[in-house]
């Protein structure tokens, strides 16, 4: 239809570079961006959310910051979505400098924004700053209903469950869950368990997996977190028992997928791919690396060696 149309406007380039972008093809939403920009139309608000969350999955800094400096030149006003998807992107470069001045310019800020830089700073192990801004982003939150009459969806429960579980707050999170008026909202119980597995905490997690297990069992993605989080906390038994009941109700996942940037090159790499260009490379680099790590005393985690192998 967009091939066809002889009058594309902001709208539906807008529309085409999203739906790309949320798809995981970021790549093509990018490119998508470049030829909406030769086409003589100005890029809006919802352009540049949708760019920045390509870039932030390439993790492709230098395009990033391109299009950061035509947002500037653009004079855009500031909005809330647009600079948590810019601080996200700078977080996912490792950039947290350039994340955190996005943050202190910004003229207006929700749970979303304080989530985004509290979770960047536990991504990169800055877990004291990460701490000192929970209480803050906890104001905010009460300040929505409060002072602007904005009544909390389910993603920014989300975002405070997340924010308190990076916090290793995870009593506090557990009673947020419990007295949130959308506590069947899937999303917040995956962010509850989110934190339990990163914390080990055993008993909590459990009551997290029935939860969010319990909440459309047919997606994918929620065997994979539930696996994953019963193999960090040790429980091998029950993780194999999710990815064979993934298998047997006939649930796939999609193969898992990275990028990284060298020399302004972007690389994308699929779980078990045996037909990139540079294989060969690749695998000898891992076993010299696996080596080194252990001469270093490492000790590799086998004691499911078939799960793992998965």
């Given at each position: 239809?967009?091939?066809?149309?002889?009058?594309?406007?902001?709208?539906?380039?807008?529309?085409?570079?999203?739906?790309?972008?949320?798809?995981?093809?970021?790549?093509?939403?990018?490119?998508?961006?470049?030829?909406?920009?030769?086409?003589?139309?100005?890029?809006?608000?919802?352009?540049?959310?949708?760019?920045?969350r390509?870039?932030?999955?390439?993790?492709?800094?230098?395009?990033?910051?391109?299009?950061?400096?035509?947002?500037?030149?653009s004079?855009?006003?500031?909005?809330?979505?647009?600079?948590?998807?810019?601080?996200?992107?700078?977080?996912?470069?490792?950039?947290?400098?350039?994340?955190?001045?996005?943050?202190?310019?910004?003229?207006?800020?929700?749970?979303?924004?304080?989530?985004?830089?509290?979770?960047?700073?536990?991504?990169h192990?800055?877990?004291?700053?990460?701490?000192?801004?929970?209480?803050?982003?906890?104001?905010?939150?009460?300040?929505?209903?409060?002072?602007?009459?904005?009544?909390?969806?389910?993603?920014?429960?989300?975002?405070?469950?997340?924010?308190?579980?990076?916090?290793?707050?995870?009593?506090?999170?557990?009673?947020?869950?419990?007295?949130?008026?959308?506590?069947?909202?899937?999303?917040?119980?995956?962010?509850?368990?989110?934190?339990?597995?990163?914390?080990?905490?055993?008993?909590?997690?459990?009551?997290?997996?029935?939860?969010?297990?319990?909440?459309?069992?047919?997606?994918?993605?929620?065997?994979i977190?539930?696996?994953n989080?019963?193999?960090?906390?040790?429980?091998?038994?029950?993780?194999?028992?999710?990815?064979?009941?993934?298998?047997?109700?006939?649930?796939?996942?999609?193969?898992?997928?990275?990028?990284?940037?060298i020399?302004?090159?972007?690389?994308?790499?699929?779980?078990?791919?045996?037909?990139?260009?540079k294989?060969?490379?690749?695998?000898e680099?891992?076993?010299?690396?696996?080596?080194t790590?252990?001469?270093?005393?490492?000790?590799?985690?086998v004691?499911?060696?078939?799960?793992?192998?998965?």
């Open positions: 239809m967009f091939d066809k149309s002889s009058s594309r406007n902001v709208v539906s380039w807008n529309a085409l570079i999203a739906g790309y972008v949320q798809k995981g093809e970021g790549e093509t939403g990018l490119n998508l961006y470049y030829k909406m920009r030769l086409s003589g139309l100005l890029p809006d608000q919802f352009t540049f959310a949708s760019v920045f390509a870039c932030s999955s390439l993790a492709t800094l230098e395009q990033g910051k391109r299009v950061h400096g035509v947002m500037i030149k004079k855009i006003g500031d909005n809330v979505i647009v600079n948590s998807a810019l601080m996200d992107m700078y977080f996912k470069c490792s950039n947290p400098y350039d994340a955190r001045k996005v943050f202190d310019k910004a003229s207006e800020r929700n749970v979303i924004t304080w989530s985004s830089l509290i979770a960047g700073y536990g991504q192990g800055r877990v004291k700053e990460s701490r000192s801004l929970v209480d803050e982003g906890l104001k905010y939150f009460s300040s929505m209903t409060r002072e602007f009459g904005i009544k909390p969806r389910g993603k920014h429960y989300a975002a405070m469950v997340d924010l308190l579980g990076r916090s290793g707050r995870l009593k506090e999170a557990y009673e947020f869950v419990k007295n949130a008026p959308c506590n069947e909202h899937s999303v917040i119980w995956g962010a509850f368990l989110g934190a339990c597995r990163n914390h080990k905490d055993l008993e909590l997690a459990k009551v997290a997996a029935k939860k969010f297990f319990e909440m459309d069992p047919e997606n994918a993605g929620k065997y977190v539930l696996s989080a019963y193999a960090m906390l040790g429980l091998w038994k029950d993780a194999r028992e999710v990815r064979d009941g993934m298998r047997v109700s006939g649930v796939k996942k999609e193969p898992g997928c990275s990028w990284i940037e020399q302004r090159e972007v690389h994308i790499f699929l779980a078990g791919d045996k037909f990139y260009r294989n060969e490379q690749v695998y680099m891992i076993k010299e690396l696996t080596s790590s252990k001469d270093a005393g490492y000790i590799p985690d004691r499911d060696e078939d799960f793992v192998g998965e």
